[in-house]
């Protein structure tokens, strides 16, 4: 495949708000779930590099943290890597909701978007949520603000326009061969990934009950036949967090235990043995040495290292 001159190579990062939906429109495109998702803002902590490897080209997704404003050393951590990431790419897309009010959030992003020489695709998502004869006024507000290179309505959560929204970027992408072998899904390590399906049960279970300051360790992982034995630990900040993550009797817990479960299988294909504990560090998005505990390290952002 590489050998075709036609072919094209590139990364790609998915920038916005939080919660418009880039980690839904990534495992969407690339058919299989890396990225968790859930209804609360800020999920996606970390920069999660995914592949498309299709006939003519092959895209590496960058899907970064939400740009918002930080309210502390993880916020800061997260705001970086988006912001980084702009001068670093081939293309940008770039996800919003579908409206016509562009708000101060927008407006700061528009600002750092016209910073850069990078090209920018708008994607204007949850299509699904609107009538169709709106997307046109959505296309409007935005194309007065910026001269956007492309602009996609799609529906990360259908699929709807998303093969429209891969020829647009191959057109933007250079000529050159493959980064990655073409089975290659992800550069994310396995355990990450695993900590990550955890947390995105946890933050879907616990709801508004516990504020977003939670991180899982993964503490062992080990093969025995087809059984995987995992021993992973959801870290709080508070100890009143930490009952309501365990629960009445555990029952907590074991719902948020048997829900990664069933994702955790299917992502490594063999039975998962899945033991959960809980336990309570203060202030740990504030402290250098838990960040870099966790995995949010900034010496690891440069796409060069």
């Not at 970390?46 to 299709?54: A, F, G, K, P, S």
């Not at 036949?225 to 021993?231: S, V």
């Not at 930490?242 to 990664?260: E, F």
Request: charged share 30%; aromatic share 6%.
């Amino acid at each position: 495949m590489n050998e075709n001159p036609a072919f094209k190579a590139g990364f790609v990062t998915l920038i916005g708000r939080p919660n418009v939906g880039k980690s839904t429109l990534m495992n969407q495109l690339i058919g299989q779930k890396i990225a968790i998702t859930s209804n609360k803002p800020q999920t996606t902590r970390n920069r999660i590099q995914t592949v498309l490897t299709l006939e003519e080209g092959q895209i590496v997704f960058l899907d970064t943290p939400g740009i918002h404003k930080a309210k502390n050393k993880l916020g800061d951590y997260m705001v970086n890597v988006a912001e980084r990431t702009l001068n670093e790419v081939d293309v940008i897309l770039w996800l919003v909701e579908p409206t016509t009010y562009i708000g101060a959030g927008e407006k700061h992003i528009i600002e750092q978007l016209k910073k850069t020489k990078t090209p920018v695709i708008l994607v204007i998502n949850k299509t699904d949520k609107v009538k169709r004869e709106e997307v046109l006024t959505f296309i409007d507000a935005y194309r007065k603000e910026m001269d956007f290179h492309e602009i996609v309505p799609v529906s990360a959560l259908t699929g709807d326009n998303t093969e429209a929204l891969v020829q647009c970027i191959l057109k933007y992408l250079p000529y050159g061969p493959a980064f990655y072998d073409e089975d290659t899904i992800t550069d994310q390590p396995m355990r990450q990934i695993v900590a990550e399906l955890i947390r995105e049960k946890a933050l879907r279970l616990l709801e508004e009950e516990i504020p977003h300051g939670i991180a899982v360790s993964i503490e062992s992982m080990k093969e025995r036949k087809h059984i995987c034995d995992i021993d992973a630990t959801i870290v709080c900040e508070r100890d009143s967090h930490k009952g309501i993550i365990i629960g009445k009797g555990g029952q907590m817990l074991k719902k948020i235990g048997s829900s990664a479960r069933p994702d955790i299988e299917d992502l490594l294909e063999m039975q998962v043995n899945l033991q959960l504990w809980v336990k309570v560090k203060k202030d740990w998005r504030d402290s250098d040495f838990l960040l870099k505990n966790f995995g949010y390290n900034p010496k690891d952002i440069s796409m060069n290292e």
